[in-house]
Every structure is written in structure tokens, then in C-alpha cells.
């Protein structure tokens, strides 16, 4: 239904994947598409699809296996950033770490986990710009996939997991939300100034 209301309600096309939970879904410029990877069965976890708004066509299967409750994903430029954990059976997931990215026509290998050990599942993925993303969870990073490289910024006050995160323009990243790395919910907020290279607390709730 258009946002007016002045046509009505139409079908669309049902998803195509052997269970209806993607693992990570986002929208690519390059090819006017919806695109979505993944599912909560292991035979489904690297089949990968395009929706252009009228039908739903594969895309090349994915090289690895993201989690299908934690595959936290950005388009940056013309390349979509899949990561996370690694699915490693229907409806179960491992803490290796997964990443790759889509070219528009092909899978690549993605960035490598950069806190070390094992990885600090449902972290975040932001995009900072075009070619910069930050990860927040077991620390914060900033990749930068022009030259493929991580690099760590200035401190959280709170590392954290299954948290939010979000772009705010040209304000930051806000993060907030989820569990503290040693135990308990985290009611705090916090703010990511690219261009200081710091985080500034809010609503710091315990």
C-alpha cells in the first residue's frame, strides 16, 4: 500500500529460504535490491537471494556460514559486510568468527576478528561512512576497507553485548543497551565521535 493509501494492498513475493529468519538482511544501491543471506537451518545458512521489489532471485551461496541470530551486517560503498558467528547446525551457532563481503557479483573473504580468542558474540556492526565501519563489543574497532585493516579506538566505558547500535549521520554511532562483558544488564549509552576518536558517555543508568 502506497504511504497515502491511494492503492491498495498487493502480495509480495513470499521469501524464499527453507526457513523465514535470514541471518542479515540489507539493501544494496548497486543492484536496486533487498538482499538476504542465511536461515535458522544449516542446509539454508549460505544460500543467498536479491528481492527487487517484484521477485526474489539467487544470489551466489555465501562462502561461510553466518548465525542466524547473529550476523551482523553493513553495506559499505558497493560491498556488503556479512560477520559474526558461525552457523554450525540447524538452529545452533559456534563462536568462530565469520566475515565476508559481496562485491554485487561475488563473495570475498572479509575482515579478521579483530580483539583476538574467540569472538564476543552479538557484537555490533555501524557504518561510519563509505569505507570506515566500527564493531563495538569486546572493545571498539574501526575497519577500514580500503586498506583492509582494523584499528582500535578510543576506549568504551562499557564493553558490551547483544546491544544496539546505530549511525547517527553526521553525529556518530550511538550504542546502547545489552549485557555487561562480566554480568548484568547495561542500561548505558554512549556516543562515537569519528572525528575525535572518542566515546562520551550518556545516561550512564547502572
Same mark, same amino acid.
Given at each position: *500500500? @502506497?504511504? +497515502?493509501?491511494? $492503492? /491498495?494492498?498487493?502480495? =509480495?513475493? @513470499?521469501?524464499?529460504? =527453507?526457513? /523465514? %529468519? /535470514? @541471518?542479515?538482511?540489507? %539493501? *544494496?544501491d548497486s543492484l536496486a535490491s533487498v538482499v538476504a543471506c542465511g536461515?535458522? @537451518?544449516l542446509a539454508d545458512s549460505t544460500k543467498c537471494w536479491a528481492y527487487d521489489g517484484l521477485s526474489w532471485t539467487s544470489l551466489p551461496d555465501s562462502t561461510q556460514s553466518p548465525c542466524f541470530v547473529d550476523a551482523p551486517n553493513v553495506v559499505m560503498g558497493d560491498r556488503w559486510l556479512v560477520a559474526g558467528s558461525q552457523q554450525n547446525g540447524d538452529n545452533r551457532c559456534s563462536v568462530?568468527?565469520?566475515s565476508e563481503l559481496f562485491t554485487g557479483t561475488e563473495w570475498v573473504s572479509g575482515p579478521i576478528y579483530p580483539a583476538g580468542g574467540d569472538y564476543l558474540q552479538n557484537s555490533c556492526l555501524a557504518q561510519v561512512n563509505s569505507t570506515h565501519t566500527l564493531l563495538t563489543g569486546a572493545g571498539s574497532? =574501526? %575497519?577500514? =576497507?580500503?586498506? +583492509? $585493516?582494523?584499528?582500535? $579506538?578510543? /576506549?568504551?566505558?562499557? +564493553?558490551? %553485548?547483544?546491544?544496539?547500535?546505530a549511525t547517527l549521520a553526521d553525529q556518530g554511532v550511538l550504542v546502547a543497551g545489552g549485557f555487561k562483558t562480566h554480568g548484568g544488564v547495561d542500561y548505558s549509552v554512549e556516543l562515537y565521535d569519528a572525528v575525535t576518536d572518542t566515546w562520551s558517555l550518556s545516561f550512564p543508568r547502572a
Open positions: *500500500m @502506497s504511504l +497515502d493509501g491511494s $492503492t /491498495p494492498n498487493c502480495q =509480495l513475493a @513470499s521469501f524464499p529460504g =527453507l526457513s /523465514p %529468519y /535470514p @541471518s542479515a538482511v540489507s %539493501y *544494496m536461515g535458522s @537451518s568462530d568468527w565469520t574497532w =574501526l %575497519y577500514n =576497507l580500503e586498506s +583492509d $585493516t582494523w584499528t582500535a $579506538t578510543g /576506549p568504551l566505558d562499557h +564493553d558490551r %553485548y547483544g546491544h544496539g547500535c
